[in-house]
């Protein structure tokens, strides 16, 4: 493992760890809301055997930085394709957990062409695919970091993190038809997106299948990492639908 950064044209600092050989395949892991690359750990020895991996903390996470108010997620889209620019790929992989599966499937939209193979682990299109009591405890939490960011530097980090959890995507039907590659939703069965949200994403996915983990949540790439990696592994590799549950 190599840790390196680069510095996107807004001035930001983008870190990043690299695994692997540069000539096998390039894979972009995106974690979550409030999390780093750090997050996937755990499972990057699996991924790393067969793709050169990139891991990175994505824009006011982890360790790189952020230039502008807030964090948003154009930015964040913005910060993925200059780093493909960088690495010189014509296409890539991308594999992304919550909020890094929407910043995934928002990529997606605006460069249909350049991802071919995506695992989107409980992406979420509006509050309407969140079962309710996650926004009520976002909205508290979002109340509860703007008071106390005036005194403490956690606080002010930690609210604008969690404005991208809030931040529409403003991704249609017609932007979803549009992307090009393969696509594998996983959710656990007992996950805070809702199934049926899932459901209606693969349906307008032009190639898109879905995984329901049983008995598992929403955090199963934490609670249970090596499984979540050998289910998905089939499916990176371009072979059958997916692995047997």
Not at 46 to 53: E, G, L, N, W
Request: hydrophobic share 40%.
């Amino acid at each position: 493992m190599t840790t390196k950064s680069i510095i996107v044209p807004d001035g930001t600092k983008i870190v990043y760890d690299e695994y692997g050989s540069m000539t096998h395949a390039t894979i972009f892991l995106l974690h979550g809301n409030g999390s780093s690359a750090r997050y996937f750990k755990p499972q990057i020895e699996q991924y790393a055997r067969y793709f050169h991996v990139i891991a990175l903390d994505s824009r006011g996470h982890g360790r790189s930085s952020n230039t502008k108010n807030k964090i948003e997620i154009m930015a964040i889209v913005s910060d993925i394709e200059f780093m493909r620019k960088t690495f010189n790929l014509s296409q890539f992989i991308i594999l992304g957990y919550s909020d890094g599966a929407n910043i995934a499937i928002k990529y997606a939209t605006v460069y249909p062409n350049r991802v071919y193979r995506m695992v989107l682990n409980a992406p979420n299109l509006s509050k309407k695919g969140i079962y309710k009591i996650l926004w009520w405890l976002d909205s508290f939490a979002q109340h509860l970091t703007r008071v106390l960011a005036p005194i403490s530097h956690y606080a002010a980090q930690r609210h604008k993190q969690l404005h991208v959890m809030s931040e529409p995507l403003n991704i249609s039907r017609g932007d979803l038809q549009r992307v090009a590659g393969d696509v594998l939703l996983v959710i656990g069965s007992f996950d805070l997106v809702k199934r049926r949200h899932i459901e209606r994403i693969r349906q307008l996915l032009p190639h898109a299948e879905m995984m329901v983990i049983p008995r598992h949540s929403h955090f199963i790439t934490y609670t249970n990492p090596k499984k979540f990696s050998r289910l998905v592994m089939p499916f990176l590799l371009g072979g059958i639908k997916h692995a047997k549950n």
